[in-house]
C-alpha cells in the first residue's frame, strides 16, 4: 500500500515538471532508493515473524518428542500426551526456552592442535602474515586466498558504481547551472 502511495506521488511529481527533466530523474533516483530502503528494513521483520511462529511448532514438537521417548509416558493416552505437551511449551515459552534448550546435550572440549599453538602462519604457505590473518579472521584456513580476492573486486565495483553515480550527479548539477 505504502509503494502504491509513493509511486502516485512519484506519477504526479513527473507530470508537473515536464519543464525539469532533471529534477524528475533525481526524483526517480531518490524513489529508488528510498524503496530498496524500505525493502531491506522491512524484510528482517518479516522473517523474524515467521520464525517465531515456527519456533513455537519446534517448541512444541520437540516436547511431544521427549515425552514420547521417556517409558513413563507409555500408559498416557493421545489426550493427555496432547494436554500434557501444549501445558509443557506454555510454561516454556514464558520461561523463554527454545527447543535448542531442550535437545542441547554437554560436548567435549575442544582440543587444541599443534598447528594452534604453530600460530597463524605455519598453515598458510607462501602468502604474507598479513592475508593469513584477513584469511583466518574471515573464517577461512590455509593458502586459498580466492575468496579475499573476490571481496576486493565486489568492493571496487561497488565504489565504482558509487562514484559513477556521483559524477552523474555532478555532471547534471553543472549542466543546470549552465543552462541557467
Not at 80 to 87: A, F, G, N, P, R
Not at 110 to 115: K, L, P, Q, R
Not at 118 to 144: E, W, Y
Request: charged letters at 15%.
Amino acid at each position: 500500500m505504502h509503494l502504491m502511495v509513493c509511486y502516485h506521488v512519484y506519477m504526479q511529481f513527473q507530470a508537473t515538471t515536464e519543464t525539469s527533466r532533471v529534477q524528475a530523474r533525481l526524483f526517480q533516483g531518490v524513489f529508488v532508493w528510498f524503496v530498496l530502503a524500505l525493502l531491506l528494513i522491512t524484510t528482517p521483520l518479516y522473517l523474524n515473524a515467521q520464525s517465531d511462529l515456527s519456533l513455537r511448532g519446534d517448541l512444541n514438537s520437540t516436547i511431544k518428542n521427549a515425552l514420547l521417548s521417556d517409558p513413563r509416558s507409555q500408559s498416557l493416552s493421545q489426550e493427555e500426551l496432547d494436554t500434557l505437551s501444549i501445558t509443557l511449551t506454555k510454561n516454556a515459552q514464558t520461561q523463554g526456552m527454545t527447543a535448542h534448550d531442550i535437545l542441547w546435550r554437554p560436548t567435549l572440549a575442544h582440543t587444541v592442535t599443534v598447528d594452534e599453538i604453530a600460530g597463524p602462519g605455519s598453515n598458510c604457505g607462501n602468502i604474507p602474515t598479513f592475508l593469513c590473518g584477513v584469511n583466518r579472521s574471515l573464517g577461512l584456513a590455509g593458502s586459498d586466498v580466492t575468496i579475499m580476492v573476490l571481496l576486493g573486486v565486489f568492493v571496487a565495483i561497488i565504489l565504482a558504481v558509487t562514484a559513477g553515480y556521483f559524477e552523474l550527479q555532478h555532471r547534471n548539477k553543472m549542466r543546470l547551472q549552465a543552462q541557467v
